[in-house]
Structures are given as C-alpha cells and as structure tokens.
C-alpha cells in the first residue's frame, strides 16, 4: 500500500509562503490521485486540493483559489503545495491523501485510503 508522508510545515506570518511536500513511502503514487486536506482546532477536515492521475487536473477549495497550486512529479513520487499570500485562517494541520484513480469525489475524504500522519501549519497574524 502507499503511505504519504507530508513535510515542510512550520510557522509563517501572514502573506508569506510556504510549500508543503507529500513524499510516498512503500507503493509508488502512481495510479491515484493526490489530495491535501486540512484541520483547524475544533473543525472538521476541509478539502483543500487534488490532482487527478489520469491527466493531472487540479482542483481546488474556493477560500486557497488563486493562492494554494498543487503539483506532482510522478518521476519523484512527490506531490507538492505551494501556498502563498498566507492567512491565519490557513492554520491548520495539512493532510495529504492518495485515492484510487478511479474515484470521482476528490473533495470528499472518504474517498481516500491513504492518508499521511499531517504536518502543521501555523500563520500569526
């Protein structure tokens, strides 16, 4: 099975930048697509991007559109998410997520099978 192993959290203030890998660990991310998720204290996780195997669309929550751009390097087996013109309300725990390419919900965790143990983000103000 995949297993995602997220990296590049930390602490950033608010309109600065930070990239978030999502490294595969066991199977390869080949033949799913790629999610990141978030949870902030006392929410529920929210999608906030994915992009499909099959032709690399990406798709995103409206409140990271234009700020947050998901990628993957397939050769890699990585998938990334820049995120710029941060905002405290982007703090969160960020997941990444990997589904079967054949699923259609990428907004919707319970699409996905695999999930990586999160890495924080948090942006003061």
């Known amino acids: 099975q995949v297993q995602p192993v997220e990296s590049g959290g930390g602490l950033v203030q608010a309109g600065g930048s930070l990239r978030l890998s999502c490294a595969a660990s066991g199977r390869t991310f080949s033949g799913y697509t790629m999610g990141w998720f978030r949870q902030a204290p006392g929410k529920e996780r929210e999608f906030v991007a994915a992009a499909t195997w099959t032709d690399g669309t990406s798709y995103y929550a409206d409140s990271v559109k234009g700020r947050f751009t998901i990628s993957r390097d397939n050769a890699k087996n990585t998938v990334y998410l820049q995120m710029n013109s941060l905002k405290p309300e982007d703090t969160a725990v960020y997941y990444c997520?990997?589904?079967?390419?054949?699923?259609?919900?990428?907004?919707?965790?319970?699409?996905?099978?695999?999930w990586g143990s999160g890495t924080q983000v948090t942006v003061s103000s």
């Open positions: 997520a990997a589904a079967p390419y054949y699923r259609r919900g990428v907004y919707y965790s319970n699409e996905y099978d695999y």
